[in-house]
């Protein structure tokens, strides 16, 4: 019985170490198919291999991404071109900066001429004219001051160095320079005094009317309204102002102003430091003595009243500004103070000093 039971026993153990290396073998060989089919996976359609000249692009930004490597590269550049590349952008810098400040200076015109119509002035037929003209760079605009008293002056003038009717006109067109009698209003508007000039203007055509009240402690003020009048009403290189007992040699001016043409902010005139005078009742009296020093001191360097001119960008500075600007006692102290705290070429000229000595008031 036992022995039975053992040789049956023995056939079965037979039997499964058969089956058993018949199903090792069988497993190798699945496995063995399914690890070829996960390693080699067919390339997505989507997907490539980068080309030689992606790869040299990438080796060129990982480069990028390497200080040392971006260094050797920049000592490799001809510095012929480096300093090429520096002049460019100098030059696109200026041109920039010409840019802005051409916009600033229309942008400060036409703030000006809107300032005049919300405070009811009138436009001038001067200002009326502008509009066809208004792309003409003039070479300059000579502001003559003037009185109401002053009529025999103005006739002086007109028979001496300021041309009349079409040899104006031709001195604007040829020469771009533009004359004109600068007065304001009296304290009556519409008065016999306005009247009279309103005459005097239709048969001359030669005024420049501003918005202000004529009087002469009110120079400084009228001073300021005429640069940014002037300045908002003809685009020119300069801006010059001139008393009206004094004669000028319109081709020597021209001449002397030319020769300044291309600096920024030019101011031309006879420069003086006269005396600070605190003593009322004398001419010239100055009641904010106190700010300049103690008695005895001198005015900072400017130009003398008589004759001067200043550049377009200094007019422009004025016309921006004139809300703000100090008026001191003498016009010629106010407008040298305007420029004291900005970067002002000042051009002492002799020639225009008028015959006035230096220093002395």
């Not at 049956?8 to 018949?22: A, G, N, P, Q």
């Not at 060129?60 to 390497?66: D, F, I, P, T």
């Not at 203007?201 to 009317?209: A, I, N, P, Q, T």
């Not at 600096?263 to 009322?280: A, E, T, W």
Request: glycine residues 8%; charged residues 25%; positive net charge.
């Amino acid at each position: 019985m036992s022995a039975k039971i053992k040789g049956e026993y023995s056939s079965r153990s037979f039997v499964s170490r058969k089956w058993t290396i018949l199903l090792c073998l069988g497993s190798f060989c699945v496995g063995m198919f399914f690890t070829n089919r996960m390693w080699n996976i067919p390339e997505s359609k989507g997907m490539s291999h980068p080309s030689v000249t992606e790869a040299e692009r990438l080796k060129l930004v990982s480069e990028g991404c390497n200080p040392k490597a971006l260094y050797q590269k920049e000592v490799k550049r001809d510095p012929q071109a480096l300093f090429g590349e520096v002049a460019n952008t100098h030059i696109a810098l200026q041109t920039l900066d010409k840019t802005i400040s051409s916009l600033e200076m229309e942008l400060a015109a036409a703030r000006s001429v809107q300032e005049s119509l919300q405070n009811g002035a009138p436009l001038s037929d001067d200002m009326g004219k502008k509009q066809p003209q208004e792309q003409r760079r003039f070479l300059m605009v000579v502001g003559i001051n003037t009185a109401f008293s002053s009529r025999k002056r103005r006739d002086s003038i007109r028979a001496t160095w300021m041309p009349q009717g079409e040899k104006r006109k031709r001195l604007e067109e040829e020469k771009g320079i533009i004359i004109r009698f600068v007065i304001g209003h009296s304290a009556t508007t519409g008065g016999i005094l306005d009247r009279a000039i309103e005459a005097e203007d239709r048969k001359h055509g030669d005024f420049l009317r501003l918005d202000h009240v004529e009087g002469y402690l009110e120079l400084s003020g009228k001073t300021k309204t005429y640069f940014s009048t002037a300045f908002s009403m003809w685009d020119a290189d300069f801006y010059v102002k001139v008393d009206d007992d004094v004669h000028v040699n319109i081709a020597t001016l021209g001449e002397t102003l030319v020769r300044h043409r291309k600096k920024p902010r030019v101011y031309i005139g006879c420069m003086k430091s006269g005396p600070v005078l605190s003593q009322k009742g004398v001419r010239y009296h100055e009641p904010e003595y106190w700010k300049f020093g103690e008695n005895g001191n001198k005015y900072f360097r400017h130009a003398t009243g008589q004759l001067y001119a200043i550049s377009r960008d200094l007019a422009s500075y004025i016309s921006i500004n004139q809300h703000v600007l100090h008026k001191y006692a003498n016009e010629d102290v106010s407008l040298g103070a305007w420029f004291i705290g900005i970067d002002v070429k000042h051009i002492d000229d002799r020639r225009l000093c008028c015959g006035t000595p230096p220093g002395k008031s």
